[in-house]
């Protein structure tokens, strides 16, 4: 399997990181690097091997529905790169 | 107050308690050295200046019934401290001002601990020597230009070289007791479920787990008493019984069964790493255990299985550093573009390739061959560890397959950087608890370490074992204090 400079470029697109050509490049060769790495499990039959999908043999919990936070719109609005003090502003989306 | 660092936390509690010492010492001797440890690297953010507010605080009105009354400590980036800074050693994170404490370090301040700041790790937590960290490598105290490990590698840096009487880290798949093993410290990574991850930026959600780094056994049990509890804030939290781990601690192992799996002996493992698993058999016997020889069949597919699991599972949890709500952002001509631009900018080289692997597992057409290929075999490896203990009452293992390498060595090969958590990463994916204990030095003098895994909540066990064979090993950490002027 090989993952060319097409395929580069569609999960770079995927993911939302640009990536210039210099860069998909390397990318694709240290990409194909770990994947022949990766390619050792194909050897394991596994069509009748339940996924494991949770290490912790518990159910998720069911908590009321409540506000515990109150008040902190400021504080979070503080991280923000841009903000005009009430939202998180992004630029334009509709002309 | 040279000696002050020297103490172990164990010491140091006592000292404290008896009146012997102040916090106010305490804490100044450890800032003092920290100053003086620059060249090292280990901290990102220093908060001295109100741990000493702290610390005379505490002094004016000591509560001498905690379990760290007064104790100053560090605490490796990734944990989310209230109105500190905290950037996961990343870019992108540079200016993060968590509103809110994460579980494990509120847990220690509830037990009287003082930070006294955070310190560097691998970004994201992806790394195995230190170098990803936005923030520049991190010197190991046991020799100049060595990786101190990682990804919590500032964290054991500052613990080997007494920046800090014990820390915490985090551990996907080796990112205590890799680092521990590098530079002579004891490590543990608990349980999946025993510790909270309310708080702690996230890298691989089913993996990750934080747990303490310390000087000796004893101490490393005492930090996670303190840091271990259920925590409803974390829905993968497990509501069990904990035990006084420290008070619990003995070094009586008398009739413990302990697997050796013959997997872990790899093509290529130097003659002193199996050397040194040879002389921590013999001490396991010494102390009155047995060793049994078992095998864990699926044990080299481990790291292939976390190499899908890890950065499918990072791909999706750092979907959310778009420069929107916190964090670093690029300009850009539209939100896309911005979106781009700020993840391409803030995001270092190795957590790009990571967020790209697991995109591409991720996607149409490659999830079934890849991701739920992986978690089929992760399964195959958690079995072979459940039929293992239905042998054995722990497991000892090698720590790492070499002792630390040099700054630059692995940097331009990611699949020899991975190869380092060989031994570690099958415990994460089986979710087990593994203490890595220095047991030895190779020839050239660096430490190397032990590892004893655990059958699931079993971490009294594990440091049960730790501790008798920490007697028996006697070690000592060279540490020469190059760095200091």
Known sequence: MSI??????????????????????????????????????????????????????????????????????????????????DYFVVPKVIE | MSDITKQSLTELVENIKNKKLSSTDVTKAFIDRSEKSEEL???????FTSAIDKAKKFDQKPNLDLKLPGIPMAVKDLFCTKNIKTTAGSKILNNFVPTYESTVTENIWNEGAILLGKLNCDEFAMGSSNETSFFGNVQNPIDKNLVPGGSSGGSASAVAGQLTPITIGTDTGGSIRQPASFTGIVGLKPTYGSCSRYGIV??????????????NVKDCALLHEVISSYDPKDSTSINFKRNHFSKELTNNIKGKKIGIPKEYRVDGMPKEIEDLWQKGIQYIKDCGAETIDISLPYTSYALPTYYIVAPAEASSNLARYDGVKYGFRAKGENLIDMYEKTRSEGFGAEVQRRIMIGTYVLSSGYYDAYYLKAQKVRKLIKNDFDEAYKKVDAILTPSTPSSAFKIGEKTNDPVSMYLNDIFTVPVNLAGLPGVSIPAGHDSKGYPLGLQIIGKAFDEQNILNIAYAMEEKINFKNKITDWWIK
């Open chain 2, 41 to 47: 690297n280990a901290y990102i953010t220093n908060d």
């Open chain 1, 4 to 85: 060319d400079l097409k395929t580069i470029k569609h999960i770079s697109k995927l993911a939302r990181i640009s990536v210039d050509e210099q860069r998909a490049e390397k990318l694709a060769g240290d990409l194909n690097s770990i994947f022949d790495f990766i390619e050792k499990l194909n050897e394991l039959k596994t069509d009748n091997v339940e996924p494991l999908t949770s290490i912790a043999e518990t159910t998720l919990k069911l908590r009321s529905d409540e506000v515990k936070s109150k008040n902190i719109r400021e504080q979070i609005i503080k991280n923000s790169p841009q903000d005009n003090e």
């Open chain 2, 202 to 215: 996230a890298f691989a959600s089913s993996l990750d787990q934080a747990g303490p780094m310390a000087q």
